[in-house]
């Protein structure tokens, strides 16, 4: 007689609320789009990728920048000075707006001497500046 009873009152107490949640993840949502651009800052590099094949230097639209350990520049092969690059870089760019610089670092210089070299770069007006990178880890 009353074994099939019961059905009526338990019914509610199983649902659980979503509304809660639903605000909470968007207000995380929130949160997340508006510091995740402050996550990203400094030089946009585009570095080279490790399974890339090696670079020919060769070619005429190759376009490397090199600073020894003693912090001499060149522009491919030719050796420029701190004051020329920012012109010559500037000259390149006009002649052709695509052209993509490779920098090429000695890996004793402090970064803040390539951070420079890459600066001088992109002041130039030159949209793709690359790194150089040796493969493998360190040794």
Known sequence: MGMSGGSGRGGMVSE???????????????????????????????????????????????????????????INEREMTWEELPTKLAAIHTANPDQAVFVKADGSLPYERVIQLMGIAKQSGIGKVGLVTQPGGPE
């Not at 949640?21 to 968007?26: A, C, G, H, P, Q």
């Not at 508006?34 to 190759?62: H, I, K, N, Y």
């Open 16 to 74: 659980i609320n979503v509304t809660p949640f639903v605000d909470v993840t968007l207000v995380l949502l929130i949160i997340f789009m508006v510091t995740a651009p402050m996550m990203v800052q400094g030089v946009d590099v585009e570095l080279p990728r490790q399974d890339t094949p090696a670079l020919e230097t060769d070619s005429e639209d190759q376009l490397i920048l090199s600073i020894d350990a003693d912090g001499r520049t060149y």
